[in-house]
């Protein structure tokens, strides 16, 4: 293994470790998160072993997982944005991605590609539903933003979604034509990765001092 991939690897366990210390505090959403990032690790370790051991691109494991992870992520929002919650419409979007996610395998990208309509689809959805999250906080005049849990994890998500939008774009086209690119979008992508779990680990590590979402 890689000191990147270690790295990167130990912050999610740290995160979902901090969590599970926690998990008698988490809210129904904040346990969405958690759950979330117990499903990323096993998901970066199955994809890793299989490319060691059956040398293939474990584009089946992207496959399972990304629809998964967009319902987590829908059911986290579902249960901390009030609205949403009222008509269950968050639950509603995650269970399309499901549908989506099924079609797009079957009929246009199978389980052999890489699943970029999901990852668009997800991608889109999850920087509308982070933004929303962000815009009814921010009419709450009274809250302590450095104390929301809400507001921390709807500003990570929106970060890196809107990170993964970029750097798809950039490599579409630069990356493809240059190896140096490629290499720089790489690492960008384990830098913004590192950022993006071990700010989650920072969450639940002082979980205890934060207000929970959802309340």
Not at 38 to 43: E, H, K, P
Not at 53 to 74: A, D, K, Q, R, Y
Not at 187 to 211: A, E, M
């Amino acid at each position: 293994m890689s000191l990147f991939f270690l790295t990167y690897i130990f912050l999610i366990a740290a995160g979902f470790t901090a969590s599970f210390i926690n998990r008698k505090k988490l809210s129904t959403a904040d346990t969405c998160i958690s759950i979330l990032l117990l499903i990323t690790f096993i998901s970066e370790m199955l994809n890793h072993y299989s490319s060691l051991f059956f040398h293939n691109n474990g584009m089946i494991i992207f496959h399972v997982f990304t629809p998964i992870e967009f319902l987590l992520i829908s059911i986290y929002y579902n249960n901390s944005i009030p609205w949403l919650r009222q008509k269950n419409i968050g639950i509603i979007i995650g269970l399309t991605g499901l549908v989506v996610a099924v079609m797009n395998a079957v009929f246009i990208q199978t389980t052999d590609q890489l699943n970029s309509l999901m990852l668009l689809f997800e991608g889109f959805f999850t920087i509308a539903l982070s933004l929303f999250a962000l815009y009814n906080i921010l009419l709450k005049e009274e809250m302590d933003l450095k104390k929301s849990a809400h507001f921390w994890i709807s500003v990570f998500l929106l970060i890196y979604f809107a990170f993964t939008f970029m750097r798809w774009g950039v490599f579409y086209l630069y990356g493809t034509h240059s190896n140096s690119g490629a290499l720089l979008l790489g690492y960008l992508h384990w830098g913004i990765n590192v950022l993006f779990y071990g700010s989650f680990f920072i969450v639940f590590l002082n979980y205890r001092k934060l207000i929970p979402s959802g309340e």
